[in-house]
């Protein structure tokens, strides 16, 4: 889980990059705990958070996260 600090030292394209790749993980983790296959529940609300934190950086930088 990358903190809020290396996610502010990323240039823009990794900072995309880890939207994609979180936004992903996230996506196979909501699947995993639907069909009731996630055992590790607090992996949902860490991707979360993760995913949280590299949204609210891009928002300060101005990029457009809904192109993402």
Request: a positive charge; proline letters at 0%; aromatic letters at 2%.
């Amino acid at each position: 889980m990358a903190k809020s600090n290396d996610i502010q030292e990323m240039q823009d394209t990794q900072l995309v990059d880890l939207i994609k790749t979180t936004r992903r993980d996230l996506f196979g983790l909501r699947f995993q705990h639907a069909t009731g296959e996630l055992e590790n529940t607090a992996g949902l609300r860490n991707s979360k958070r993760a995913l949280a934190r590299a949204l609210t950086i891009a928002h300060q930088r101005g990029i457009d996260t809904n192109e993402i």
